[in-house]
C-alpha cells in the first residue's frame, strides 16, 4: 500500500486541515507502511541514495540530469554540466528559472583546493527612480508587469563561470537545450501543474502567451511541447557569446519591448551589466564548515540559525520532537529579524557580515530563546560593527573532483509575465524585494542589486569538500538549508532521508516582501505531515501558532563526496527531479 501522508506524494498547496496528519500519525504508530516505502515504523517515505563512480548530475528534471552526464561524458567538466543544465531548465522548467532570471554559485576547484562563489545577479534600471514609485502612489512593487524587472544576470553568469571552469565549447553546452526547444519534449507533472497555474495570471503581459501557450493553456503533463524562439536566442549566443545577449541585436531587442511596454529596463542597463566573483562565508557546526555566500544574498540567515542551534543538544531531543521543532522556529525568528533589517546590495550598504555569523553574537542573541514560550516580539540585534542588506537549483559533480553548487530564477516562479517576442524568455520580478522607504538599506534605488533569496550551499570538513546542495522557496531556503544540516549532522539521516524528512516553515512579518524590523505577532509555524500530534499540541502550549499545509515545502537537490569514492547523490520527490551518475 503506498503511503500517501510523506513528502514523496505529489503535494498540492491546500488549506490547513488536521485530518490528514492525524492519518499520518496513525499509520507510522502502526507501523503500516508498505515494503515499497522503504522505510517501515517512519511517519515518512524516502527511497535509496544514488550511488555513482565517476560523476553525479542532480536537478530537478531528469532530461535535464541526462544532459548533465552527457556533457560530462564527453570529457566535460561539472561546471560545463551544470551550465548545461541550467540552460536545459530554462526551456523545461520556466516555473523557476530562465535565461530573464538571476544565478549564484559556489564552486569546488579540486586544482586550487579552494571554494569561488560568483553572485550573478542584476542591478535596477537606472531611469527608474524611487521618486517614480511615490508619484504612482505605490507602497511596494507590484509583483508582475514591467516595474519589478532588473537585469537579468543569467547568461553573464555562465560565462563568467565557463571562461574560469570550462572545457567544452558553449556551443557544445547549449546545443541539447536548442534540439530539445526545436524538436519538442514532454512536460513533467510538477512543472506542467505550475506552469498551468501561472497562465490566467501573466496571459495579459505581452509576449507571454504567444511564447508559453498554446490555445490559451499552458501544457499538460507528458505533452510534447517545443520553443523555437528560446532556441533561437541560444543560438545567437552559441555563436556570439555573452556579448551577443547584454551589447548585441537581442539587447537592442529588448530595450525596444520596454520603451513600448511601459517599462524603464535599457540597452544601457544591459550593456553595464556585470557579476561579481565572491569570497564564500562560513560557520563551523559541530565540525563541518558551512559556506554560504554574502549579501545580498540571503545565505548567512543559514549560518546565523546554525549559531543559535549549536547550543542545543538537538540529538538528544530528537527529529520531529517538540523541543526539535520549538528550537529551530524560535532560532530562524532571531535570524530572520536581523535578515529584514540588515542584508542588502554591499555596494549601497555595508552588511556586517563578519559579526551577524560570528560565535559571539550567536551567543548573545541564544539568550533570547525561551525552551517553554514561542517569542511574539523579536526585534533585530545590535551587531557590533554595523555602519550606517521560485527557483531551482542543481548540483553536478565531475571525475577529477570539481563540485558546483548553482541555484538559478525568476522568482515568484514565471517571473514578471514580460516576455520579449521572438526570444522565448520571461523577465525576472526580482525588483519586488526593493523597499519603497528611503533610508533603509534595501531601499528601491537605480542601479542598486535588490536583496535576494537564492542561496546554493556547500559543506567542507577538516578542509576538504563534503557536500554541495541546496533547497529552493524564497524564504524557505534557509530554513530548509538549516533543517538538511541538522538531519544529517544532528540526526544521523542520510543523504536522500535528510531531503525526504518532514519540513518545517516558518512564515513571520519579517520575510522580505515585508521586510521590516519587528515581528510582532509570533508568525504561523507550517508543519508537513509526518510530525505528531503530541509534537503539534506541545507547540501549541508554547504558545505557536501551528498550520497543516501540504505545501509548498521547497525542492532539494545535493551531492556528497563518498568515503569510499566516487559520489552519492539525492533529490527528493516533491518535485520531478532525478540524481544519477555513472
Known amino acids: 500500500m503506498a503511503n500517501r501522508c510523506h513528502p514523496t506524494h505529489r503535494r498540492r498547496p491546500a488549506a490547513p486541515r488536521w485530518s490528514g496528519l492525524l492519518l499520518c500519525a496513525a499509520l507510522a504508530a502502526a507501523g503500516t507502511a508498505g515494503a515499497a516505502d522503504r522505510i517501515t515504523g517512519k511517519a515518512f517515505a524516502t527511497r535509496s541514495e544514488v550511488y555513482a563512480p565517476h560523476a553525479m548530475a542532480a536537478t530537478s528534471q531528469p532530461l535535464v540530469t541526462q544532459i548533465a552526464l552527457d556533457v560530462m561524458k564527453q570529457g566535460g567538466s561539472a561546471l560545463d554540466a551544470a551550465v548545461a543544465a541550467d540552460a536545459a531548465l530554462g526551456l523545461m522548467e520556466p516555473t523557476g528559472s530562465g535565461m530573464g532570471g538571476d544565478l549564484f554559485a559556489i564552486v569546488w576547484d579540486p586544482k586550487t583546493h579552494r571554494l569561488y562563489g560568483y553572485n550573478g545577479s542584476g542591478r535596477s534600471p537606472k ?65 506542467a501543474y505550475y506552469w498551468s497555474a501561472s497562465v490566467a495570471r501573466l496571459s495579459k503581459y505581452p509576449g507571454f502567451s504567444e511564447q508559453f501557450t498554446r490555445d490559451g493553456r499552458g501544457p499538460r503533463t507528458g505533452e510534447m511541447w517545443t520553443r523555437p524562439t528560446l532556441a533561437d536566442t541560444l543560438q545567437k549566443l552559441a555563436d556570439g557569446g555573452r556579448d551577443a545577449f547584454y551589447k548585441g541585436a537581442i ?177 525576472q520580478d526580482r525588483g519586488e524585494q526593493f523597499v519603497l522607504k528611503a533610508g533603509h538599506p534595501n531601499a528601491f534605488a537605480p542601479g542598486k542589486r535588490p536583496f535576494h533569496t537564492i542561496i546554493p550551499a556547500f559543506v567542507t570538513k577538516a578542509g576538504k569538500p563534503w557536500l554541495s546542495f541546496g533547497v529552493m522557496g524564497g524564504a524557505m531556503q534557509p530554513q530548509g538549508h538549516a533543517q538538511i ?88 520527490s516533491r518535485k520531478d527531479g532525478q540524481a544519477a551518475g555513472y
Do not use: C
Open 127 to 191: 531611469s527608474l527612480t524611487l521618486a517614480e514609485f511615490q508619484r504612482r502612489n505605490l507602497t511596494a512593487i507590484p509583483a508582475y508587469g514591467p516595474l519589478p524587472v532588473t537585469v537579468p544576470g543569467a547568461v553573464d553568469a555562465w560565462f563568467a563561470l565557463h571562461d574560469r571552469f570550462g572545457t567544452l565549447p558553449m556551443k557544445t553546452l547549449l546545443a541539447p537545450t536548442i534540439r530539445y526547444a526545436r524538436e519538442g519534449f514532454p512536460v513533467s507533472e510538477v512543472i
Open 251 to 427: 539587447a537592442h531587442s529588448i530595450d525596444a519591448y520596454f520603451k513600448a511596454n511601459g517599462g524603464f529596463l535599457s540597452y544601457g542597463d544591459l550593456a553595464a551589466h556585470h557579476g561579481e566573483w565572491v569570497e564564500p562565508v562560513s560557520s563551523n557546526y559541530r565540525g563541518y564548515d558551512i559556506w554560504e555566500l554574502p549579501p545580498n544574498g540571503q545565505g548567512i540567515a543559514t549560518l546565523q540559525i546554525m549559531n543559535l542551534l549549536e547550543g542545543f543538544d538537538l540529538k538528544k531531543y530528537g527529529f520531529g520532537s517538540p523541543e526539535h521543532v520549538h528550537l529551530f522556529v524560535e532560532a530562524k525568528k532571531l535570524a530572520f529579524a536581523d535578515r529584514a533589517r540588515f542584508y542588502a546590495d554591499p555596494e549601497f550598504y555595508r552588511t556586517p557580515v563578519a559579526e551577524l555569523i560570528s560565535k559571539s553574537y550567536a551567543d548573545q542573541r541564544r539568550k533570547l530563546i525561551d525552551m517553554d514560550k514561542a517569542a511574539r516580539v523579536v526585534e533585530p540585534g545590535t551587531p557590533k560593527t554595523l555602519d550606517e542588506g521560485d527557483t531551482v537549483y542543481l548540483t553536478t559533480a565531475d571525475a577529477n573532483g570539481m563540485m558546483v553548487s548553482l541555484i538559478q530564477s525568476n522568482y515568484r516562479g514565471m517571473g514578471s509575465g514580460m516576455a520579449p517576442p521572438g526570444l522565448g524568455f520571461i523577465f
Open 485 to 572: 544540516l541538522m538531519n544529517l549532522i544532528d540526526f544521523g539521516m542520510n543523504l536522500q532521508e535528510a531531503g525526504d524528512a518532514p519540513r518545517i516553515q516558518h512564515d513571520g512579518s519579517t520575510d522580505p516582501e515585508a521586510q521590516v524590523a519587528a515581528m510582532t505577532d509570533g508568525g504561523e509555524v507550517d508543519l508537513e505531515s509526518g510530525f505528531s500530534y503530541e509534537t503539534v499540541r506541545a507547540l501549541m502550549r508554547k504558545g505557536h501558532s501551528v498550520r497543516f499545509s501540504d505545501g509548498p515545502y521547497g525542492g532539494y537537490q545535493a551531492i556528497m563526496v563518498n568515503p569510499n569514492g566516487g559520489w552519492i547523490g539525492a533529490s527528493e
